[in-house]
């Protein structure tokens, strides 16, 4: 059996765990990410195994690419395989709520209603299934990556629609949903790709064209080449929020800081300042030519300025996280929100939409407060030196983007402002490459 | 029309995560009875709606139409009640309410989804000191919710929950947001969910019991508000009484959540009065 050896680095994060895979030579093979709120250990794990799935798909697409009969077909074929691949995976996690949704239905507490509740989840669940399609096709637009997520989603509007007042009230339906998807997104993918890569290769083949069934056998070839592989991991690295509780020693551990400004610093060599928006704490860092940290500050005992501000937003409006920026973009006249705390800028959200003001224009007041904090912190860093790099989950939100440009306009001038599309990743990226420092070091030795 | 007739009056309190109800009948000489409590948890739906169905709800209940009812009020967030004829200002339908239900309290703790607020009050119900909580979540109604969620308990089981506690854990102040992480480190730390939840609520009653003190607060106390229903809270502000040696005593009504709707039924009732008279003097 052949080996490829990779490096990985884990930031456990308080919204996402990410996990990023390298090769020897340095370069990404593998991503991973999850929103499961278990505890640490699992969700490293969970990260991990999706970031090892990641890379035999990216193998797969190196074995293509080096066979010349089916060299330029790889994006369209994968890009396919991924899709069948992951709704199988979403199947089995629905299939699985609905048993736990059951289980939880059965406490004695409904006895007194239980038929009403089992026929309302069958409802609900039946509805679930119907729409798993479509969140796979080719021309989705999803409103999130994550299975609780949309889940969520589904479940709620269908247990609108089934819900009765007096047998299976929408409040019981949602206290079930709660205590039942605790259970399941806390459940590693192990082996996901084993079983998995299969029947998605088939059902793959059996809807693609003629052009593509043609090389049938070589793709077989391909796919069956990575699934026997071994990924031998030499070296991980774990970071983040969580880094006291993960389950690495501690000479496998680095701080969160010192990743941020190294995996900026390797995205953008020019980087000076670094801005990371992440789910529970805003950092701005300031680093020297070498991506070395030199001073920084850090909010993380509020969620107001954090990004988990924009995901308590989005959930108390049922929207995706990926949603929101885009709606906030269609505002003409941004409103200003008075509150700071989180909660109560929710509240301020509620009474503003039932008094009739716009979605949008509410919305991209919400994202100048963010970024107003976010402000306030950068200047306490020591100020926005070039280039500019902003990181974490928000840098992904365009509305939150183009209110800090606007605000770094104002108060520091011209500056070189840099977005990877990848900056959720860029704790996991320092990590990574301190896993293959780490590692040269070891061999050197 | 005589200002001694038996009249229906509504209360309704639009809270941040719930609607209050409440149907009175009011005989004009301080003989109020509770006819209907209704409560609705909004959960996200349209609020108009949730007012609406409650209302038309507690009237189908009582078996009396809306031309019945002669004076409809609200309190807390009401401006969407478009239907009532008057709003009263939430401290004084609390204050109302808890006076109505336990007769002889000297303050009334309110605790709500978002604030907390401790009002001393005199025997006719008139608010003479008060003090609320600060703009951050942290430590309301909303908060535990929250925890609650994160932790897969439903509302309910909250109190019965914390009040099994053995060794709370302490829990200084913490962002009702961030408390996922805070909560999802201390499951992983083994420590068992009533520990979680009474810890929290000891942190909760510390913060109410500062409150109280602040305005001078003694003899008994009411909680109302939606935490009323929280056995484990009141416990909770009980422990921290005593253990701060205060002149206070704790106490807590079935009907204590719907406070702010009875209140707001009773003095619409009462403005109803007073309005009818009037209009006689000029007739």
């Not at chain 2, 509302?155 to 992480?181: H, R």
Request: glycine share 10%.
């Amino acid at each position: 059996m052949s080996v490829v050896e990779v490096l990985l680095g884990v930031d456990l994060g308080s919204t996402t765990t990410k996990a990023i895979a390298l090769d020897r030579s340095g370069r990404i093979i593998g991503r991973g990410i999850t929103n499961t709120r278990s505890n640490y250990e699992v969700a490293s794990q969970i990260v991990r195994d999706e970031a090892l799935v990641q890379s035999r798909f990216e193998l797969v697409r190196h074995a293509m690419a080096a066979d010349p009969e089916l060299a330029g077909i790889e994006k369209k074929f994968i890009g396919s395989l991924v899709r069948n691949f992951r709704q199988r995976q979403h199947l089995e996690q629905l299939e699985w709520l609905e048993s736990e949704l059951r289980r939880c239905a059965d406490a004695p507490r409904y006895a007194p209603n239980r038929e009403a509740v089992r026929e309302a989840l069958n409802h609900i669940c039946q509805a679930m299934r119907a729409r798993v399609p479509g969140h796979f096709s080719e021309l989705a637009v999803r409103k999130s990556d994550f299975f609780r997520d949309l889940a969520a989603v589904d479940y709620m509007q269908a247990a609108e629609q089934f819900s009765d007042a007096k047998h299976a009230s929408f409040d019981v339906l949602c206290g079930l949903f709660d205590a039942a998807i605790l259970v399941v997104e806390n459940a590693a993918g192990d082996r996901a790709f084993e079983r998995h890569a299969g029947p998605a290769l088939e059902q793959t083949l059996a809807a693609a064209p003629a052009d593509i069934r043609e090389r049938e056998a070589r793709l077989r070839a391909a796919v069956e080449s990575v699934r026997s592989l071994e990924l031998r991991v030499l070296g991980i690295i774990g970071t983040g929020y969580g880094r006291q509780r993960l389950p690495f020693p501690k000479e496998q551990i680095r701080s969160e800081i010192l990743c941020h400004g190294f995996g900026a610093h390797a995205m953008f060599a020019g980087t000076r300042t670094v801005l990371d928006i992440g789910g529970q704490d805003t950092k701005a860092i300031q680093v020297d030519g070498a991506g070395i940290v030199t001073s920084f500050q850090m909010n993380d005992r509020c969620a107001a300025g954090c990004g988990r501000y924009l995901g308590y937003i989005a959930e108390e409006m049922n929207l995706g996280l990926h949603e929101l920026g885009k709606l906030a973009q269609e505002s003409t006249c941004s409103v200003k929100i008075n509150s700071t705390c989180t909660v109560f800028a929710g509240a301020e959200l509620r009474d503003r939409l039932s008094l009739g003001q716009k979605v949008p224009d509410i919305l991209a007041g919400l994202h100048r407060a963010i970024m107003l904090r976010a402000m306030s912190l950068l200047a306490r860093s020591g100020g926005i030196s070039d280039e500019f790099t902003f990181t974490g989950g928000v840098a992904r939100n365009p509305a939150a983007v183009s209110a800090l440009q606007g605000l770094v306009q104002q108060n520091y001038g011209v500056r070189k402002l840099n977005i990877s599309p990848e900056s959720i990743y860029t704790g996991a990226l320092g990590a990574a490459l301190f896993a293959q420092r780490a590692a040269e070091g070891g061999n050197a030795a | 029309m005589s200002t001694e007739e038996c009249i229906l009056a509504a209360g309704i309190d639009v809270g941040s995560s719930a609607v209050k109800f409440a149907l009175v009948r009011d005989g004009g000489n301080g003989d109020a009875s509770v006819l209907v409590l209704h409560n609705e948890r909004i959960r996200r739906r349209d609020l108009r709606k949730v007012i609406r169905e409650g209302y038309e709800a507690s009237l189908e209940a009582a078996g009396v139409r809306q031309k019945d009812i002669s004076y409809t009020a609200s309190t807390g967030e009401g401006e969407l009640v478009d239907f009532r004829r008057g709003h009263f200002y939430g401290m004084t339908t609390h204050a109302r309410g808890a006076v109505f239900l336990l007769p002889g309290i000297g303050a009334v703790i309110d605790i709500g989804a978002l604030h907390a607020r401790a009002m001393r009050v005199d025997e006719h119900s008139r608010v003479m000191a008060y003090r609320m909580t600060s703009q951050c979540a942290s430590g309301s109604g909303q908060f535990l919710e929250n925890v609650a969620r994160y932790l897969g308990i439903m509302l309910e089981d909250v109190g019965p929950l914390s009040c099994e506690a053995k060794n709370p854990e302490s829990v200084s102040s913490i962002c009702a947001v961030l408390a996922e992480t805070d909560v999802i480190n201390m499951v992983s730390r083994g420590i068992s969910r009533s520990d979680i939840l009474k810890g929290i609520h000891l942190s909760m009653a510390g913060r109410y019991t500062k409150l109280l003190r602040s305005i001078d607060a003694c003899g008994d106390v009411a909680i109302t508000g939606g935490l009323a229903a929280d056995i484990g809270l009141c416990r909770a502000l009980e422990e921290k009484i005593a253990e701060e040696k205060l002149a206070m005593r704790v106490r807590t009504h079935p009907r204590s959540i719907y406070a702010g709707a009875i209140g707001a039924a009773l003095w619409g009732a009462y403005r109803h009065r007073v309005l009818a008279r009037r209009t006689e003097v000029v007739a």
